[in-house]
């Protein structure tokens, strides 16, 4: 009995020990496998940031170079030689404006019109690109897109070329614009002529319309004309002899002709007349 029994308490060990031993292999394989799935998911995630890194990075790559290319960023990087041309009027001119030459842009201003005590015209400095030059005797004047658009500086070749450039630095004289702004400019003093007549027509207006109201109620001098029979024969009288013998070298044919009939008229009555007893 007591070899039956420990027999059996043997063999309850054992299985214990193997139960044991397959749950520690079990639990050992779970962890394995947790850890596996841990750091695939955190390879997973690192994959992820790296790629959104990469996308950021692009963006940021691509912005600069638009702003590099198309902003006013871009004109420090370029190499520029410097030309000052001499203005009598630069209104209206900014940092940065365009330089066009032929309608391609050469160049900018690089700084606002500068003003000397003593001078009679302003300094304005133009940046224009290396590698572009400018025919000798070149004209420098300061144009406008349009009549509400952006002012720039129109370099206008001379119509030969002698192969002779404006140097790096040089002084040159800048014209005054003739265009739109121009004519508007010169035509102020003509506007305000036109002003000042259309108050008088206005003023004489509203005088003849008093004077029709005063009429209107059997007052005032046009009504006494109206009114007044000797007047009116009087008025009647010259508008005949106008018409009659003209006026500023002016005279109705019409008129002369019915004149010089009652002339013959009178004539040839006159000697029946005197032929009568």
Not at 157 to 167: C, V
Not at 231 to 241: P, T
């Amino acid at each position: 009995m007591r070899a039956r029994f420990t027999l059996r308490a043997r063999r309850s060990r054992w299985i214990v020990v193997r139960i044991r031993w397959c749950a520690t292999l079990f639990a050992g394989m779970l962890r394995e496998s947790g850890s596996q799935d841990k750091e695939r998911s955190r390879m997973k995630e690192i994959s992820l940031e790296t790629r959104v890194g990469f996308f950021v990075l692009a963006g940021l790559l691509a912005m600069a170079s638009l702003i590099v290319s198309f902003g006013k960023l871009g004109n420090y990087f370029r190499k520029t030689y410097p030309v000052i041309v001499e203005f009598e009027d630069a209104r209206d001119i900014l940092k940065n404006s365009k330089v066009l030459l032929r309608g391609a842009q050469i160049g900018i201003v690089a700084n606002t019109p500068i003003y000397r005590i003593g001078q009679d015209f302003v300094e304005l400095t133009l940046k224009i690109d290396d590698g572009t030059q400018l025919p000798a005797n070149s004209k420098f004047r300061i144009d406008q897109y349009g009549m509400l658009g952006d002012r720039f500086v129109r370099v206008v070749p001379p119509e030969k070329l002698d192969g002779t450039f404006i140097a790096p630095g040089s002084r040159v004289r800048g014209e005054q614009e003739a265009g739109l702004n121009a004519m508007l400019a010169s035509a102020g003093p003509a506007l305000e002529e036109i002003r000042s007549a259309a108050k008088r027509v206005d003023g004489f207006a509203k005088s003849a319309q008093d004077l029709l109201e005063e009429a209107k109620t059997g007052k005032g001098p046009l009504y006494t004309m109206m009114k007044d029979e000797k007047m009116a024969q009087d008025m009647k009288n010259l508008m005949s002899n106008l018409r009659k013998h003209g006026v500023l070298f002016y005279s109705d044919d019409s008129a002369k002709g019915e004149a010089e009939g009652g002339k013959r008229a009178e004539k040839k009555s006159a000697p029946v007349e005197r032929s009568r007893p």
